[in-house]
Every structure is written in C-alpha cells, then in structure tokens.
C-alpha cells in the first residue's frame, strides 16, 4: 500500500495545504492567487525570522524583474486574507525599510496518507463533504477545538487509524465517541472563560480600552526614488492635519514623528515616548499622475494590527485619498464624528496636481525652520499660486513662512505680506487653523489687536484642536504678553502634549517660567534644548535675555555671541568679545546706546535691525530718560519685541513712569 506524507501548517483558525495550494478557515476554503500562496508559505516557513525584500521577491518571482510595490501589494491582499486586525489578531509584521516577519505561533505536521486519499484528505474535506462511504464509522482523531479549528489534537506526525480487521467496530466507536466528547467539553470550557472574560486574563489580552491618542509616523517612500521624499513627507503631513481636527482624538505633530523616520524603535516604545494608544503606519506609491496609499492602525502597547487598507486614485484626488484614510481610521477607533468633523472630511477638494506638487516642496523647505528654508517655501508657494490662483493651501503656507520670517529677525515688513497671504487664504477656505492662527499672530505683530487675536486663535483651535502652533502661539504670544500667565502655561502644556520633542516649544515654557520669574525652572528648560540641540538658536537668545537680567555678564556675553555666531554675524560676534574684554559690559551697552535704535551696534553693516537695543542699553546704564526715548523709537519702527513690554522683568524699574504706562496704552496692553 503506497504512502505519501502531506505537509500542513497551522496558525490562528487557519490551516494551510501546500498540497493541494489552498488556505482553509475553518470548513471555508480560500484560494489565493499564486504569488500569494507562495509569499505566504515563505513567511510560514520561516516563521519568526525577517525576510528581507530582496529575498522574499526572489523566492516567489524567481528571476523576474519586479517592482517592490508588487510586494507590498501581496502583503495588503495577505493580510485582507488573513482577517489580520480582527479581535487583535496579528500575522505578518512589516519591518520597515527592511522586509516583512510571520509573527504568529505555526504549528506544522505532517498526515500520512493511503492510495492519496487518507487522513488528510479527511480532515481537509470532512466538514465540508460528509463521509457517504459503505464504512459508517468515522475515521477521523481526536480534534482539538482551540479557536474552533478543525486540527488533529496530536502533534507531529499522525498515522491512518487502524483498520476494521485490527479491532472490533465497538473499540473504534467509543475511542472516537470519547474524544469527540472531550472535544465539546472543550468547546464549552472555551464558550465559558470567553463569557466570563478570562481568555483576556489567561492569555495577557487584558481589555486595552478605547484608542483616544495617535501618532501618524512618516509615511514609507515606495517610489524608490529619493526626490520624492518631500511628497511622502507632505501625504503624512496631511494625513496629520486631517486627523487633527478630531476634536475626542489627540493626534501628536508632525515635528515629534519625524525622529523616528528611517528607525527601527520598537512601537510599545514609541507609544510611551508620544503618550499615545495606537499609531498609523503606512506607504506611498507615485507613478506619474497616479498615487497609492497604504495605511495600518496598530495599537502600540501590544504591537498588534488593528485594521489595515489601500487607497488608489488620481494625484487631483490625493487630499480625497488621505481625507477617506482619516475617516476609515476614525471608524476603527469607534470614534463620533460631529456632523462639522465629517462635513471637513468629506470636503476635500481636487487639487491641481502642479500647484500641489509644489505646495508640498513648499511645505518641505517651510519645516527646515531656517531664513533659507522660509524664502525657498515662498517662492514655491508663489510658483503653486501661480498653477492655482484659488489653491488656499499655498496661501496658508506663504502666510506662515511670513509670519515666521519677522519672527525670525527679518522685522515688521514680512508680517504685512502675512496679512495678505492669511486674509486670501481665509477668503478662499475659512475652514483651514492655519490661517487663522497666521492671521491671528498678524493681529497682534501688525495692529495690537489682542481681541481679534484672541478670536482667530480660538477659532483655529476649535477648527483644528490637534494643532500645536495654535496652542503654542496662544500661549507664548498672547496670554503671556497680556500677563495672563496660568492660562498660557496651560496652552504651551498642551502645545507640548501634541509635540513633545518640540524644542521651541520647551524653550519657550522656559521663557515664561522667566516672565514669571521663576528663573532656575527656565534655565532648567533652556539648558534641556540645549542638550538636544546645541545650535539651537533661541535658546542661547534667551539664555542671555536671563543671564543679563541677573547680572551674570561673562555668561550674557557668551550666549550673545554664540547667538550670532549661529545666526550668521561672526564678525559683530567678534566685535562684542573684543569690545567686553576691553571694557566689560558698560563699554558694550554705551556703544550700543550710541546706535540710536537703529541698529545693535552702529559700526558694522552685517549687525541685524533691532531698534529696541538703544532702549535696553541706555536701561542698562540706568538712563531713564533715554530708554524712554529708545522705547518710543522702537514703537515708531514696529519692533516686534514689544509685545512683552508688560511682563518682562527687564522693564520693571520703569513701570511706575508715565511715559511708560502711555506706550502700554498705545499697544492696547492697559
């Protein structure tokens, strides 16, 4: 009698025959196509271990000539397949950059098999095809019920059962009977713990409640093609932004995700880091005017995948795509939207695919966060406008890159072109945070309006809740100028909630920890950026703003220096040296004073505009009046940095001056 061995695996409710090609669930049969089958039976086989890309294409294509994005397509039809997300199950683990893992528990055995048609053949049919043989008695072993899986209880290698002539019918029957009974007395101890919920308690499956907190990590460039990083950056950007405006779900920034792009951190690790219950992972494909969209909710403190999905369309509909991704995503956390949340999801309009492309190489150059990196996102939003005069998006971008060029040092000219950038963007789409957080920071560095301030920022925020710069400008630029100091720790904590490796954010808690006063707590905060970023340039600004308020002038001097070493005036940054180890810091606040507003220091063509350095020298000397003089000449220039006149420190010997309390009146600050 001929004996062949079949191969089988099992995992999960699943059982797969590369016999026979096929993929059961239960009694169901499930036919994959054969790159399918075949990437699957790769993964099984090598359970527990990485397969790379590479290996893995050249395992099922062979020597064909393929794109990675064929894969990831198998992967995505795998893991529909696979019901992978379903009650938290788990099969196949992507390591990013790298390859692809089978990560759940494979049984593997092997059936002996008579003439071709023996235990195997039953167990694989039994259910689906009932024995209607002369032999009445049923020739299946003992099954064993876990997950409700058709399996043979015995692992490894099972044999036929005897046959008639090796022992009476009877014995057959009741050793059948037995374990069939043993089979249903496990079933009803399975049906029993799961009602009594102690499957979550045996097995670590405790209930994981519901997901309120998520980070979008950096989105996969399949394109292989390294200048299109700006364009997957950008789709995560908007993936982000459409999240954000889920008021019951807290959506970490961008700024705090993008450390972990091209890493390998593990994702409990990352959940604790960012403070979240689930992040999305996900790839972006662009061909030509085409773009897929692949993304997976994955619940951070087990690692397990909840729901996983692509998108195809039209780089016209690529703001449709990423709206549906944050809609279906929203679904899988159980979350209500308010009918104003899902009319903005819903709303996305098409784009024009060019004046898209470069509003996202704006985007791009805007988060460098440098002088260099804001002028280049000016010129392509300008380009984008140019592709879309009606593209409301570039608008909001060229306000920001604006706005953040005056706060930057470039002065009060950039913030009129703000206003007119936020104000068409608003006319366009008066749904966009942005804008109104622009238009927002506008009101107060262009016209002192505090109320009208205080309404956009409060309208960005109930538009976008998620949105950090909303939080943080409220925070830094009005409530703690106005004095209104508890409410704008409150909005900078938050801020710092949705972005916590922030470093402007951190450093600028410490700047009010040092309006209130509390100086140790802001040098504790600006010595923190510091050790992550050496360079960072306001934190040594800041630094000194401390160091010269407590009279530590050997340490003033070297932040200020160090500021504008960094900032590009090595050679002003000489001059102060020379000039302090001459004379120390009188000599340097007398030619200061001498400047006239004008400039830091009058001599040098490469000093930067500053027209509030007259005053704070001539304070320094205590020269009333003429720090009167120099204030009052800072306000005819529009300086930006009179918006903390109220509650710097540095400012209160004269606070009780007539003149003084006047100029509070003219910025609205009485």
Same mark, same amino acid.
């Given at each position: 009698m001929n004996k062949a061995v079949k191969r089988l695996y099992e995992f999960g409710p699943f059982v797969l025959d590369p016999g026979e090609r096929l993929l059961r669930h239960g009694a169901a049969r499930m036919e994959l196509p054969p790159r399918a089958f075949d990437t699957l039976l790769a993964l099984v086989e090598n359970n527990g271990h990485l397969l790379e890309k590479d290996v893995l294409m050249g395992t099922v294509w062979g020597d064909t000539v393929v794109e990675e994005s064929n894969l990831t397509q198998v992967i995505y039809l795998l893991r529909k397949a696979l019901r992978e997300g379903e009650d938290g199950a788990r099969y196949i683990e992507t390591v990013p950059k790298r390859g692809y893992r089978f990560v759940a528990e494979v049984r593997g055995f092997d059936l002996e098999e008579t003439n071709g048609n023996g235990v195997a053949a039953a167990l694989l049919q039994s259910a689906a095809h009932p024995s209607n043989g002369h032999d009445s008695n049923p020739t299946l072993p003992p099954m064993d019920t876990r997950g409700g899986n058709d399996v043979p209880a015995s692992a490894g290698k099972l044999t036929a059962p005897a046959s008639p002539a090796t022992g009476p019918d009877k014995a057959r029957w009741h050793s059948w009977m037995q374990g069939l009974i043993g089979g249903v007395a496990v079933i009803a101890l399975v049906a029993m713990l799961q009602a009594l919920g102690w499957k979550q308690r045996m097995f670590g499956e405790a209930n994981a409640g519901p997901i309120r907190s998520v980070a979008v990590l950096p989105l996969q460039n399949l394109s292989n093609d390294p200048n299109q990083e700006y364009f997957v950056d950008g789709m995560t950007d908007e993936l982000i932004t459409n999240l954000a405006q889920i008021r019951a779900l807290k959506v970490v920034s961008k700024t705090s995700i993008m450390q972990y792009k091209n890493t390998r951190t593990p994702l409990p690790q990352i959940g604790r880091e960012l403070g979240v219950d689930a992040v999305v992972e996900g790839s972006v494909l662009r061909s030509g005017d085409r773009v897929r969209i692949t993304a997976q909710l994955i619940r951070?403190?087990?690692?397990?995948?909840?729901? =996983?999905?692509?998108?195809?369309? %039209?780089?016209?509909?690529? $703001? *449709? /795509?990423?709206?549906?991704?944050?809609?279906? !995503? +929203?679904?899988?956390?159980?979350?209500?939207?308010?009918?104003?949340?899902?009319?903005?999801?819903?709303?996305?309009?098409?784009?024009?695919?060019?004046?898209?492309?470069?509003?996202?190489?704006?985007?791009?150059?805007?988060?460098?966060?440098?002088?260099?990196?804001?002028?280049?996102?000016?010129?392509?939003?300008?380009?984008?406008?140019?592709?879309?005069?009606?593209?409301?998006? =570039?608008?909001?971008?060229?306000? %920001?890159?604006?706005?953040? $060029? *005056? /706060?930057?040092?470039?002065?009060?000219?950039? !913030? +009129?072109?703000?206003?007119?950038?936020?104000?068409?963007?608003?006319?366009?789409?008066?749904?966009?945070?942005?804008?109104?957080?622009?238009?927002?920071?506008?009101?107060?560095?262009?016209?002192w309006d505090w109320q009208g301030a205080e309404q956009e920022f409060q309208r960005a925020i109930n538009l976008n809740p998620n949105y950090a710069q909303a939080h943080h400008w409220y925070g830094n630029l009005l409530l703690a100028a106005q004095g209104r100091h508890e409410e704008a720790m409150a909005e900078l904590r938050r801020a710092q909630e949705l972005d916590p490796f922030s470093l402007i954010i951190t450093a600028d808690i410490g700047f009010e920890d040092y309006l209130t006063g509390q100086d140790d707590m802001a040098l504790e905060a600006y010595q923190k950026v510091l050790n992550a970023n050496p360079n960072f340039v306001p934190a040594h600004f800041y630094l000194a703003m401390?160091?010269?308020?407590?009279?530590?002038?050997?340490?003033?001097?070297?932040?200020?220096?160090?500021?504008?070493?960094?900032?590009?005036?090595?050679?002003?940054?000489?001059?102060?040296?020379?000039?302090?180890?001459?004379?120390?810091?009188?000599?340097?606040?007398?030619?200061?004073?001498?400047?006239?507003?004008?400039?830091?220091?009058?001599?040098?063509?490469?000093?930067?505009?500053?027209?509030?350095?007259?005053?704070?020298?001539?304070?320094?000397?205590?020269?009333?009046?003429?720090?009167?003089?120099?204030?009052?000449?800072?306000?005819?220039?529009?300086?930006l940095g009179l918006i903390y006149l109220k509650v710097d420190p540095l400012w209160s010997s004269l606070r009780g001056e007539p003149r003084f309390q006047d100029l509070l009146r003219r910025l609205h600050m009485q």
């Open positions: 951070t403190a087990t690692d397990r995948h909840i729901w =996983a999905e692509a998108y195809d369309g %039209d780089l016209k509909d690529v $703001l *449709a /795509l990423q709206a549906r991704v944050a809609e279906a !995503i +929203t679904n899988q956390v159980k979350l209500n939207l308010t009918a104003e949340e899902s009319g903005r999801l819903r709303r996305a309009p098409a784009v024009n695919p060019e004046a898209f492309d470069l509003y996202l190489r704006g985007r791009y150059a805007w988060n460098q966060r440098s002088v260099n990196g804001f002028h280049n996102a000016i010129q392509y939003f300008n380009r984008a406008i140019e592709k879309d005069p009606n593209f409301a998006l =570039a608008f909001s971008g060229l306000a %920001d890159s604006y706005t953040l $060029l *005056a /706060l930057y040092g470039e002065g009060y000219p950039g !913030i +009129t072109q703000a206003q007119a950038a936020a104000e068409k963007a608003l006319q366009l789409d008066d749904q966009l945070a942005e804008a109104h957080t622009s238009l927002a920071a506008v009101k107060i560095l262009h016209d401390l160091y010269q308020h407590r009279g530590q002038y050997d340490l003033w001097i070297k932040e200020v220096t160090e500021d504008d070493e960094l900032s590009g005036y090595a050679s002003l940054a000489e001059h102060l040296r020379q000039l302090y180890a001459r004379g120390g810091m009188r000599a340097v606040m007398e030619e200061t004073s001498r400047a006239g507003g004008a400039t830091r220091i009058a001599p040098h063509k490469d000093a930067r505009a500053d027209y509030c350095s007259s005053a704070v020298a001539n304070l320094v000397l205590g020269k009333t009046t003429a720090a009167l003089n120099g204030l009052d000449d800072c306000y005819r220039g529009e300086a």
